[in-house]
């Protein structure tokens, strides 16, 4: 540590010979080491820890200084200012009730997201570190906002429901500041869900990313320090279709270095998803929810609902060709799905080849496990219905 501390002054001090003529570098000099100084901070004792953070803020905020200096413009009427701006949604509705399935997710979730928001003494007892953030991952269309949603309703807390094009500005500082508010809103609402949604936006990698990107991730980083502890319940949830994308620095431990794969619904899902999508559609008695939701293995909820409207096309087209009204049958839906395959296999293929590229296989292990199960499959209509238990397993339509 004291090699890696020395390397920080010597840094710092490069910085400090070439602010007056470059601050844009001395900008970026003071980044780094505020980042390697949080770095430290991972494993330094608790009160080294809490200077080691402290000196990564006054840097970051040097640093901030400086790139404005370097970049600034005449931004007076331009500025998008959301100091009023109120990200908290009120207490969520839907609650774990509402999500047909997925009962292992649940599970998963309650253990790393809701328990140690009511019990953190608990947690803390059995030596499990508290703080962080949980990135759910996992195929587009299968529901990780409302999971997240679902979350917060569960465990009765505040929900701040954030887009990352919420926080993001083209404008220098901006961003940092709206990430640094977000937190200070939910410091004041705790105990709170803070939910980023298209997390790659904000968490993508450093090295391929520009000045000011670097410097939202970093602020996000200083923000994170202490929450989930007994003095900050906030926990944080991240959702991505993308998770090779997000850095490094970000999935380590204390920060979304526990991750929860979201998969596509399964056949207890699908038959909720269909009753839901449904409920106020003219349907005939031959339609058999059961028989849908087998017939849609890895069928995402968009993928679903895609085929609900398509089904009902069939009947509404012919209604007003014959001027006579109809509703909507088991035929229509079997026409439908006869020429639809699953969304969600060409994001298989894609996964597997960017987990490989990235390098991250070994860290997104069960994501990468499921490709290989999932493109074991020569033809994935080969194998929809395989999931079918006893129509008893599920209530009829």
Known sequence: MMEAFARCKELEQRAEAVTANDPLSASRIYLDVAER??????????????????????????????????????????????????????????????????DDLKEEIRLKIIEPLRHPDIFEYYGKRAGGGILMYGPP????????????????VAFFNVKTSDLKSKFVGETEKNIARLFEQARQSQPAIIFFDEFESLASERTNSQGHERSALSQLLIE?????TKDQKILLLAATNEPWLIDVAMRRE????????????DLKAR????????????????????KLAGLTKNFSGADISAAVEAATDIALKECL??????????????????KREPSISIWYKQARLKLEKSGS?????????????????????????????????????
């Not at 997240?148 to 309703?153: F, K, R, S």
């Not at 038959?271 to 059961?290: G, Q, R, S, T, W």
């Open 254 to 265: 204390g920060r979304f270095g526990a991750t929860i794969f979201v998969p596509a619904p």
């Open 141 to 156: 269309g299968c529901g990780k906002s409302l999971i997240a949603e679902a979350t917060a309703g569960e465990a009765e």
């Open 271 to 290: 038959f909720e998803i269909f009753k839901h999508h449904l409920h106020n559609k003219p349907i005939a008695d031959d339609v058999n929810l059961y």
């Open 361 to 397: 296989c070994e860290f997104f292990k069960e994501l990468a496990a499921e490709c290989d199960r999932f493109l074991a499959k020569n033809s994935i209509s080969a194998y929809r219905g395989e999931d079918l238990p006893g129509a008893d397993s599920i209530p009829a339509s």
């Open 37 to 102: 100084y949080l770095e430290l901070s991972r494993t330094a004792s608790s009160v080294d820890e809490t200077e080691l953070v402290e000196k990564a803020k006054a840097l970051f905020e040097k640093s901030q200084a400086l790139e404005k200096k370097a970049e600034a413009k005449d931004q007076s009427s331009a500025i998008r200012v959301i100091d009023d701006h109120q990200f908290m949604t009120v207490k969520p509705n839907p609650t774990f009730k509402d999500i047909g399935g997925l």
């Open 321 to 338: 060709k014959t001027k006579k009204a109809r509703k909507i049958t088991q035929a229509d839906f079997n026409a439908v799905l006869k």
């Open 224 to 228: 994170m320090n202490g929450v989930g």
